[in-house]
């Protein structure tokens, strides 16, 4: 067997996602969803058929379920379960195109592919701690008023509260407080925030002990919704500027809790980018931490509200 190696970068400019899904049958079960193509995930059987896009302009795919994404080489990496070298290889086969094989990697300046060498950081240590994934919770709250006179005080509309299944609780843990419900990127309802009403109230925001934030980003499960992506993806430091953008028409905002970037957060929001143009930031409470970390893997531009005003630009 050959140990050669063909270049990823003219391997990816020569076949496209298209005749990559065609050649394993996937691509006659994709519809058309504004710009993307959506259907079943080849890999974890979700059951959504919007669950897996395919961006064709930035010939790209991502799932929702699995979180994973990538180019053309991740793909068939990942479905034959070999490295992105050998996929490179069987493209190059498959798709005949008669890429030269090199025995060696040049080992001059040893230049590193396209995928983004990122200097591995030692783990939090509570992130050691963490379980693998939230379970799914086993009740719903049932009295959420989104209408309560209480809330007027976010300035947040009734109509984006509903939307967002949020409302005012009266009892128990979050009482008192906006309860917003968190979904795993399945859509699985994991738990419900308790987001401070008052002004200076603390703390501003509630989790039940149990749940994790760590584990989840805010919104993933609705990214597969939305009609039509262009841009780039938001990101707003916690839950409640993603139900902030919303009132600025933004639908596909996702949400990080406190600012901070935990590895599985990073996972999730560099696989939903594989459908987007860069990172925008919006909001001034994100850690430097998470913007430099975001900016390894694309632009990152970074603003603390929506309004026309000059960017504070990052770049990868
Ligand atoms: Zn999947």
């Not at 001059?108 to 799914?136: D, F, G, Q, Y």
């Amino acid at each position: 067997m050959s140990q050669g190696f063909v270049s990823f970068v003219e391997v990816k400019q020569a076949v496209t996602m298209e005749a990559v899904l065609t050649r394993y049958g996937f691509f006659e079960n994709l519809s058309r969803k504004g710009k993307n193509l959506a259907g079943l995930c080849p890999f974890c059987k979700g059951r959504s058929v919007r669950q897996f896009q395919v961006n064709p302009v930035k010939n790209a795919w991502y799932c929702f379920g699995c979180k994973a994404g990538g180019n053309i080489l991740d793909f068939v990496a990942k479905h034959e379960g070999v490295s992105v070298r050998t996929a490179a290889l069987k493209l190059n086969s498959w798709f005949e195109l008669g890429l030269a094989e090199e025995a060696e990697r040049p080992s001059a300046p040893s230049a590193p592919a396209e995928t983004p060498k990122v200097a591995e950081e030692p783990p939090l240590a509570t992130e050691e701690t963490l379980p693998a994934e939230n379970p799914p919770l086993t009740f719903t709250l049932k009295t959420l008023d989104p209408n309560h006179a209480e809330l007027a005080a976010l300035g947040i509309g009734t109509e984006t509260i509903e939307r967002f299944g949020a409302g005012y609780c009266a009892k128990g843990l979050m009482k008192g407080r906006l309860a917003i419900p968190i979904h795993s990127s399945r859509g699985e309802l994991l738990a419900y925030a308790g987001l401070a009403v008052g002004e200076g109230e603390t703390p501003r925001y509630l989790f039940p002990p149990k749940f994790h934030p760590a584990l989840e980003v805010f919104n993933l499960h609705r990214l597969m919704e939305v009609p039509e992506e262009t841009g780039p993806l938001h990101l707003a430091p916690e839950i409640e500027g993603v139900l902030r953008l919303a009132e600025e028409g933004v639908a596909s905002a996702l949400g990080l809790f406190d600012g901070s970037l935990s590895p599985k957060q990073e996972e999730a929001l560099v696989g939903a980018l594989s459908l987007y143009e860069g990172f925008l930031l919006v909001g001034e409470e994100f850690h430097d931490r998470t913007v430099a970390r975001l900016a390894r893997y694309a632009t990152v531009r970074w603003v603390s509200d929506l309004s026309p005003q000059p960017a504070t630009g990052i770049s990868a």
